[in-house]
């Protein structure tokens, strides 16, 4: 019954905390790399150091994922593209999961109270600000790659403190209960170390 309670509590927790991003003034030469970043059309490629590496994230981050996700073939994908946008943007893949589990539950299509939309709970006024009128939030790349973004950019504005990152990302800056919220599901649902070398023999 405990463990029921604290499960309930946590998902109750990750509704009410779900992303509202407040709409700040950006500086022009700010907005502007904000746009490229975003806009970038090059094809994806492979964000691992080797296919070992791959295969090794993969396996471990699969199963945690599947209940949420059954279909294994979009689930893979998700977690590439997670790995790729996150490594991008100079972020830990781990930590980008974990935000995501606390935003949306990994529903796709989720739109909270405050209208922040897909995956990673990104609010529109950001398309308009850095993107094309044609971006969809509902995309799984396209979310991908504006949630990670702006996660770096609050990260730059705070000078690498994560605390304060995530709060401005959840418009709760100076508040707890978020930021504590994602390094929980970070460090115990998604925490990973690569194999040592003689494991992989």
């Known amino acids: 019954m405990r463990r029921l309670s604290g499960l309930l509590l ?6 009410v905390w779900a992303g509202a991003q407040q709409y ?22 492979s964000s691992f150091k080797s296919p070992l590496e791959a295969a090794d994230w993969l396996a471990a981050m699969s199963p945690r994922l599947e209940k949420r996700i059954p279909d294994r073939e979009y689930r ?13 943007a100079g972020l830990d893949p781990q930590l980008v999961l974990g935000l995501i589990q606390v935003e949306s539950g990994f529903r796709k299509y989720a739109v909270s109270s405050a209208g922040a939309r897909g995956y990673m709970q990104v609010m529109p006024f950001w398309v308009k ?21 702006i996660l770096r950019h609050y990260l730059d504005i705070e000078k690498g ?36 070398a003689l494991a992989r023999k």
């Open 161 to 196: 403190d994560l605390y304060r990152a995530l709060g401005r990302y959840n418009g709760s800056l100076g508040r707890p209960e978020y930021p504590n919220l994602v390094r929980g599901a970070w460090e115990r649902h998604w925490a990973y170390s690569s194999p040592p």
């Open 76 to 88: 893979l994908d998700l977690l590439r593209s997670v790995h790729y946008e996150a490594t991008r």
């Open 10 to 15: 946590f998902f109750c927790a990750a509704a």
């Open 129 to 149: 600000v850095i993107g094309q009128p044609d971006d969809s939030l509902f995309d799984m790349r396209t979310n991908l790659r504006y949630g990670c973004t």
């Open 24 to 45: 700040e003034p950006l500086a022009a030469s700010v907005r502007a790399a904000l746009h490229k970043a975003v806009s970038d059309a090059r094809p994806a490629v």
